[in-house]
């Protein structure tokens, strides 16, 4: 389904629905930098500045923390002035800042400028989902234009540490010209995207209509789950395999890795998964797999186990993550979207800030095997706010499919009308007005 919402500005051509997703996907891809692009670096960070272990988390947590914020920010800003100034905006300071970074910064220059950098990281996250369900919005059209995002920023994610590994030969801060790769990127989505203004939302403001979306509260739980089971698994999974199964680091090294390749060749086919069920059965049928895969983890005597656990969650990960994407983008009320992807990319970095640390409280009173068992807990008990959520997903595209028959009944009429008043016009008598005058 292609939507287009409020009026084209600036008398330009508009810029076609695959030239919009690649730079949603791109821009996704270079601000993972701030993540991939910088893991590499943080050993020499740490020794640049003298810094304690406890000390090197700031160089992630000043970036991330914002993050919680600035998504919901960023989308109600771009629901009053239009999504291009605030995501090219956001890419334009992202860049500037790595910018800043070149030139042998303090550590407190170093930490508020990942901070404003985590901010627009955010942003432009949450606001690039927004983008391509502007102009495709539901369907396999969208499960594939959102996969693209995802191994998009994928191959992102193994690309920047690799880059960045190389560029510290040069110098500690060298791996923050990876982040300079925004401004050019800016500027693209400023050429590319469409200069719209949002219409005005009537009725309270556009959070108040995020708010009275059906089962929104349902939506946001699936979407804050998806990244608490992959923040906790991700974190906790190599303690249980390494020091509690016995598994080598350099196999925990290449388990992950495939974990993550499997994860993105189902982001691929998930296109094919969505002409068979909807998105919300989707993600219902990912919940099961989550928690067969806590399970075996939880109950995993040999590693070869725990391994089949973690390999079953890469599985469901690249269908989850384009399903939700999906949904918000179905459910998300026209006038409003923005504002609602935006509250759901708060939620999402909420659950991965807060997801090691709730495993980390339940390690306090089991043992890690047996915290696994709370996560499979979660998700049996969330299987309940899928069925509002397919309730709803099921009348959205219902009232879409009906909108699209009357907008398409309508043109068709004005067609007829002016092919008749065409015939009209060719069968006057020549003369006839002359005559009558």
């Not at 030969?169 to 400023?190: D, G, K």
């Not at 384009?322 to 923005?338: C, D, F, I, S, W």
């Not at 935006?342 to 999402?348: S, W």
């Not at 970095?349 to 043992?367: E, S, Y």
Request: charged letters at 10%.
């Amino acid at each position: 389904m292609t939507e287009h919402r409020g009026s084209e500005s600036g008398g330009r051509s508009p810029s076609s629905p695959g030239r919009i997703v690649a730079v949603a996907c791109l821009s996704a891809a270079v601000v993972t930098a701030g993540i991939q692009g910088v893991a590499p670096a943080i050993p020499a960070i740490q020794q640049e500045f003298d810094l304690a272990p406890a000390q090197v988390a700031l160089i992630t947590s000043v970036y991330l923390f914002p993050s919680m914020f600035s998504a919901l920010a960023g989308g109600a800003l771009a629901d009053r002035i239009g999504i291009r100034p605030v995501f090219a905006g956001a890419l334009a300071l992202y860049g500037l800042g790595a910018v800043v970074l070149l030139f042998d910064p303090s550590l407190a220059v170093l930490l508020g400028v990942r901070f404003v950098q985590g901010a627009a990281f955010g942003a432009v996250l949450s606001m690039s989902v927004g983008i391509i369900g502007n102009v495709a919005a539901s369907g396999p059209a969208a499960a594939r234009a959102q996969s693209r995002r995802i191994i998009a920023m994928s191959a992102a994610e193994g690309v920047f540490p690799v880059a960045a590994g190389a560029l510290l030969a040069v110098s500690w801060f060298a791996p923050f010209a990876l982040q300079v790769l925004a401004l050019p990127m800016a500027a693209f989505c400023w050429a590319v995207l469409p200069s719209v203004r949002p219409p005005r939302t009537k009725g309270g403001g556009a959070m108040r209509t995020v708010l009275g979306t059906p089962a929104f509260a349902g939506v946001q739980l699936l979407g804050a789950l998806r990244f608490v089971f992959k923040f906790a698994i991700f974190t906790y999974f190599p303690l249980l395999a390494v020091d509690h199964l016995g598994l080598s680091t350099t196999v925990l090294g290449v388990v992950l890795g495939v974990a993550s390749v499997i994860s993105v060749v189902t982001a691929y086919v998930s296109e094919r998964l969505a002409h068979r069920w909807s998105s919300a059965q989707l993600i219902g049928g990912c919940l099961l797999a989550l928690v067969a895969s806590c399970f075996a983890m939880a109950f995993a005597t040999a590693p070869v186990v725990a391994v089949i656990g973690l390999l079953v969650y890469g599985i469901q990960d690249g269908v989850y993550g384009v399903a939700h994407n999906v949904l918000v983008t179905e459910l998300a009320p026209p006038g409003a979207r923005a504002t609602y992807v935006g509250v759901t990319g708060t939620v999402r970095n909420i659950g991965k800030f807060t997801a090691p640390l709730l495993f980390g409280a339940a390690t306090l009173v089991l043992t890690v095997a047996h915290s696994f068992l709370v996560l499979a807990a979660i998700g049996l008990t969330s299987m309940a706010a899928t069925r509002p959520v397919i309730r709803a997903e099921r009348e959205a595209l219902k009232a879409a499919k009906a909108a699209e028959a009357a907008e398409a009944a309508e043109a068709q009429n004005e067609a007829d009308t002016i092919a008749g008043s065409g015939t009209t016009i060719t069968t006057e008598p020549p003369g006839a007005r002359r005559r009558d005058g």
